[in-house]
């Protein structure tokens, strides 16, 4: 951790990237663009961040996502993002190839369990079966009606992982029914130590013992660390779920779900022939109508490549109020939009019968058997409502503790009656004339246009270009100095 003795524990200056300094000489920003600008506070110092508002608008953020109204006049409307944005803007939430092997032996809670009706965890399905420690699944429904798996996020705690270490068996979080997928970045969630005391560090002795002056995420002592804002505060309901199903029969049905706010979003594949309908809430939730038809419509029909028995890698999403189906990675047409207005209650929901939003999402299988494999949950960027409004950590207005907070997310008895959801603030900025209104994509620790004491905008004139891609990314100065990490190269989106 000194840096004199470690040479990969020194400052570095970054990614160099490509930018396209004449991208908006030809053409306008356009929104979810990353944009390379001088920072209006400082114009010696160049910022890379993603275009998120545009000229002569009000820009809202609320609920994590972000509503534009042009011209300052009219409903504000959800800013939605392009396909090909969206995928790059997904953050990782779960991958269940990367189950530790010490969270198996120890009896960790698979996060894919069967579902039912009292919201309990099965011990016992045999038309389930989780296969290496949880890496994979097995559903064998035929003959029957939808047979289902869903996630439960169950991530293991620091506390967790002491026990573990201590040969000690942990007690999963809300008896391994999990909490609410929150707006955690790994990224985040680092150990640090003050520089003027790096030098005093001993590393054989326990952090914890280390005069409390270790820190873990954002300004939390690590024997503290689930109070730190770097565990994610806030519940994202904008999920996406992705796996590779090897289907084992010629008919049947493949059945994927979302739950956001308690209104199950819901995809049923005839594997015979392709054929794919979507719905939500069972068909009685409408999506928005087609700009010629002037009528909304309560289920979406379409055609996927996907012929009998096979492997298939299926990727469904609900972001931004719109719905999205990917087979093979082809997005799949449907007969109308896959766009729909959310109702005004976005609160989490759950009953003793249907675990809601504590596990959102879902894979089953209908008179058909599959394996599945390689599944993998994503959240969309959740923005912070937040501003150089003092006490403005969070997007919410209670003054509950941060403990108690997290509290909640795993607390769903008490979901329908916490003020806490109701509490989340919308903050509002105005952008005239030429004025551009830049995010940072890692919101809790971006030093954005929310958070500037100088005009919260770019001005056109400052406006350096487009970043087109990462041509030479930071690497590691050991084993061998200066050699970048290749892996990282590529185009920015």
């Known amino acids: 951790l000194n840096p004199s003795e470690n040479a990969n524990q020194a400052t570095f200056n970054g ?53 534009v109204q042009p011209g300052g006049q009219g409903e504000f409307q959800i800013a939605r ?136 995420g954002v300004d939390a002592p690590l024997s503290d660390a689930p109070n730190s804002e770097a565990w994610g505060m806030h519940w994202v309901g904008d999920l996406a779920l992705e796996g590779e199903i090897d289907v084992k029969s010629n008919e049947g049905y493949l059945l994927l779900n979302l739950v956001e706010a308690g209104v199950n979003h819901t995809v049923r594949i005839n594997v015979a022939d392709g054929t794919v309908e979507m719905t ?18 309560n289920i979406r029909k379409g055609s996927t490549s996907i012929r009998g028995a096979g492997s298939y890698t299926i ?12 087979v093979d990675g082809k997005l799949v047409e449907f007969d109308g939009p896959t766009t729909f207005v959310a109702d005004q209650d976005q609160n989490p929901k759950w009953s003793p019968q249907d675990p ?14 599959v394996e599945l494999n390689h599944l993998r949950i994503w959240r969309d960027i959740y923005y912070l409502a937040v501003s150089t409004h003092p006490g403005y950590d969070t997007d919410y207005d209670l003054f509950d503790t941060k403990r108690q907070m997290l509290d909640l997310l795993a607390s769903p008895e008490k979901w329908a ?18 004025q551009y209104f830049p995010l940072g994509d890692n919101s809790p620790q971006s030093s954005d246009a929310r958070l500037w004491r100088a005009p919260p905008y770019v001005e056109r004139d400052m406006l350096l270009g487009k970043a087109v891609m990462i041509y030479w990314p930071h690497g590691w100065n050991r084993p061998v100095p200066f050699t970048p990490n290749v892996r990282r190269m590529g185009v920015i989106r």
């Open 81 to 216: 993002k392009p396909e090909d944005k969206l995928l790059a803007m997904l953050q990782l939430v779960d991958d269940s190839r990367n189950v530790a092997d010490e969270l198996v032996d120890a009896g960790w809670p698979n996060r894919w369990q069967p579902w039912s009706p009292t919201d309990a965890i099965s011990a016992d399905n045999s038309a389930t079966e989780a296969l290496d420690g949880g890496r994979r699944y097995a559903i064998d429904a035929s003959g029957k009606q939808d047979v289902w798996l869903r996630y439960h996020h169950v991530p293991p705690t620091l506390n967790d992982w002491r026990m573990i270490e201590a040969g000690q068996t942990p007690q999963p979080t809300n008896e391994g029914r999990g909490q609410l997928i929150s707006d955690f970045y790994a990224y985040n969630a680092f150990i640090s130590i003050p520089r003027g005391e790096a030098n005093e560090y001993d590393p054989s002795i326990p952090p914890e013992e280390f005069s409390n002056r270790v820190k873990l």
């Open 280 to 297: 939500r809430n069972d068909g009685a939730g409408e999506f928005d109508s087609a700009a010629d038809s002037g009528n909304g419509a």
């Open 417 to 434: 009656s916490t003020d806490l959801f109701e509490s989340r603030r919308a903050i509002e900025f105005v952008m005239e004339d030429r």
């Open 356 to 369: 809601g939003d504590l596990a959102p999402a879902g894979i089953g299988a209908s008179g058909l058997s």
């Open 315 to 326: 990727r469904f999403a609900n972001v931004d109020d719109q719905l999205w189906l990917w």
């Open 15 to 67: 990614d160099r990237i490509v930018v396209s300094k004449f991208a908006y000489d030809l053409n306008d920003p356009k929104r979810w663009d990353v944009i390379v600008f001088k920072f209006p506070g400082n114009a010696k110092q160049n910022y890379i961040k993603r275009l998120v508002g545009l000229p002569n608008e009000v820009v809202r953020i609320f609920h994590g996502d972000i509503f």
